[in-house]
């Protein structure tokens, strides 16, 4: 069984920065796709960016040029760094982790899930 810890989450204002981490409980994020979903209320949960195994990255249009993923897998962590907030990226924000080294946008096709960690963006 693998853990995924998140952490970093907040109060912010618009326009500031987080940093989220995502601890796992063994080595798994040198193998496995690593995936940031999020979740508003009222709302179906997204996917905010995935890192393969291989390093390549991918990110909803609603974020591009603002969050990026990040990966170390000495220390069996994921970074997703948040840069210029917007009320609209309130969420309760999700690490998750696949059994494949390639990254999908289904949430159904990710294995391990992490407890969740606030992030809410005042105006």
């Known amino acids: 069984q693998v853990q995924l810890v998140e952490s970093g989450g907040g109060l912010v204002q618009a326009g500031g920065s987080l940093r989220l981490s995502c601890a796992a409980s063994?080595?798994?994020?040198?193998?496995?796709?690593m995936g940031w979903y999020r979740q508003a209320p009222g709302k179906q949960r997204e996917l905010v960016a995935a890192?393969?195994?291989?390093?390549?990255?991918n990110y909803a249009d609603s974020v591009k040029g603002r969050f990026t993923i990040s990966r170390d897998n000495a220390k069996n962590t994921v970074y997703l760094q948040m840069n210029s907030l917007k009320p609209e990226d309130t969420a309760v924000y999700y690490c998750a982790a696949r059994r494949a080294s390639s990254y999908s946008i289904d949430a159904d096709e990710y294995y391990y899930w992490g407890q969740g960690t606030q992030v809410t963006v005042s105006s």
């Open positions: 890192i393969t195994s291989g390093g390549r990255t």
């Open positions: 063994r080595s798994i994020v040198s193998i496995n796709a």
